[in-house]
């Protein structure tokens, strides 16, 4: 949630090369890098490259963690790319899936939130957005999913209307600015691709 894409590519990478240096490759291991270096290229710019990447993941047998962070990750692409349609398409699904999959835990469910929220603003549905976005900001002190908050609080900053909001614009900059500094507090740094 952080960013650091960058770094983290060359992680990925390795991944890959480890789950297909086998002499027998592992599908779910292949997957996963190949979805992490899918949200890397994405995370840096390199769209054309995410979904090329996207592209070789393998639809999973049974819905799991794997299929959640693929729908993210072809959600937010197309997000970046304005098709909305597609963004809501695929984040509903992975919200469904969460649902569904035994090793999605409440983490992914509360992202899958944040995804749809945002797909839904790509996607000109601006109210129900701030509805989904609202449920999972109380989920994210609930649950202390501090850079989860973050990323709804500056949502729901952009799509504020203070005649059906829960939350004043003022009250969303602090809660924006407490989850901010409680990650560098925790030692995190926020990452610019």
Same mark, same amino acid.
């Given at each position: 949630?952080?960013?650091?894409?960058?770094?983290?590519?060359?992680?990925?990478?390795?991944?890959?090369?480890?789950?297909?240096?086998?002499?027998?490759?592992?599908?779910?291991?292949?997957?996963?890098?190949?979805?992490?270096?899918?949200?890397?290229?994405?995370?840096?710019?390199?769209? !054309?490259?995410?979904?090329?990447?996207?592209?070789?993941?393998?639809?999973?047998?049974?819905?799991?963690?794997?299929?959640?962070?693929?729908?993210?990750?072809?959600?937010?692409?197309?997000?970046?790319?304005?098709?909305?349609?597609?963004?809501?398409?695929?984040?509903?699904?992975?919200?469904?899936?969460?649902?569904?999959?035994?090793?999605?835990?409440?983490?992914?469910?509360?992202?899958?939130?944040?995804?749809?929220?945002?797909?839904?603003?790509?996607?000109?549905?601006?109210?129900?957005?701030?509805?989904?976005?609202? !449920?999972?900001?109380?989920?994210?002190?609930?649950?202390?999913?501090?850079?989860?908050?973050?990323?709804?609080?500056?949502?729901?900053?952009?799509?504020?209307? !203070?005649?059906?909001?829960?939350?004043?614009?003022?009250?969303?900059?602090?809660?924006?600015?407490?989850?901010?500094?409680?990650?560098?507090?925790?030692?995190?740094?926020?990452?610019?691709?």
């Amino acid at each position: 949630q952080l960013g650091g894409h960058q770094r983290a590519r060359g992680l990925d990478g390795r991944a890959l090369a480890l789950a297909r240096n086998e002499h027998q490759a592992d599908p779910e291991a292949t997957a996963d890098a190949l979805v992490g270096l899918a949200a890397d290229a994405l995370g840096i710019g390199r769209f !054309a490259a995410s979904a090329a990447l996207l592209r070789r993941v393998p639809e999973p047998p049974a819905p799991s963690r794997l299929a959640v962070r693929r729908n993210w990750v072809t959600a937010e692409l197309a997000m970046v790319t304005g098709d909305g349609a597609t963004a809501v398409r695929h984040a509903e699904q992975a919200l469904e899936l969460t649902h569904d999959a035994p090793d999605a835990g409440a983490r992914h469910q509360v992202k899958s939130q944040v995804v749809l929220a945002g797909a839904l603003c790509c996607a000109g549905h601006v109210d129900r957005a701030r509805a989904v976005a609202e !449920a999972a900001l109380q989920d994210t002190e609930r649950l202390g999913l501090i850079p989860l908050r973050w990323a709804l609080a500056c949502l729901l900053i952009d799509v504020n209307d !203070a005649a059906s909001a829960s939350y004043s614009v003022e009250e969303l900059c602090g809660l924006r600015d407490e989850a901010a500094e409680l990650v560098r507090y925790r030692g995190g740094q926020w990452q610019h691709r």
